[in-house]
């Protein structure tokens, strides 16, 4: 919520969202609120890996056997190759982040309009509705780390600078916005578990 919203307009409106069965997350004004700005760097991050030359299917593996329900390649099919260039662009704005960095696997698809699910063919073709995939390569935890370590990052980040109003609610949100894998906790409480 904007520091100016009217408070009693803020109760009415997470009244509505539990309404609904859905669960409020008061957040402050932010680039990419909390749920886009911790996906962002992210799913980009999984796009330099294509351009490394990982392939979608291990990457996939990878963070499904993490236990987020699908991959950052399957994601980004799901959401829109377009629509993850375009949100890209708008949050290295937002962070002063050079915004000619696109990873080039994504910059290609899009001019192509290979978008993903919605056009059957992005990082995946689709058949039916569904990704057809090769063979993931074997990985080991490293990737998994570097694969995750920009999501994590952001959501430390996020709390720090007052954008969600604390861990427990950072996690919670993420959870359930994003999928992050609940057996761990959340990616904060993750973070604290691995320092143990």
């Known amino acids: ?108 698809k899009v001019k192509l309009g290979h978008l993903g699910r919605k056009t059957g063919q992005g990082i995946y073709r689709y058949e039916k509705g569904r990704p057809v995939k090769g063979r993931p390569d074997a990985y080991d935890d490293a990737l998994v780390q570097s694969l995750i370590a920009p999501y994590l990052n952001e959501a430390r980040a996020a709390v720090a600078e007052g954008i969600v109003a604390d861990a427990d609610l950072a996690d919670a949100g993420l959870i359930f916005g994003t999928g992050f894998a609940p057996f761990r906790g959340g990616p904060l409480r993750y973070l604290e578990s691995q320092k143990r």
């Open 1 to 108: 919520s904007a520091e100016k919203t009217n408070p009693e307009l803020v109760k009415k409106a997470a009244a509505f969202v539990r309404h609904i069965d859905k669960l409020p997350l008061p957040v402050k004004d932010a680039p990419g609120f909390l749920v886009n700005r911790v996906l962002g760097p992210y799913m980009y991050n999984a796009f330099r890996m294509l351009d490394q030359g990982v392939k979608p299917e291990t990457l996939d593996r990878a963070m499904e056997d993490f236990g987020m329900p699908m991959g950052p390649a399957e994601l980004a099919d799901t959401v829109g190759l377009d629509i993850c260039l375009a949100a890209g662009k708008a949050l290295a704005k937002k962070f002063s982040k050079d915004e000619a960095d696109v990873p080039q696997v994504l910059a290609n």
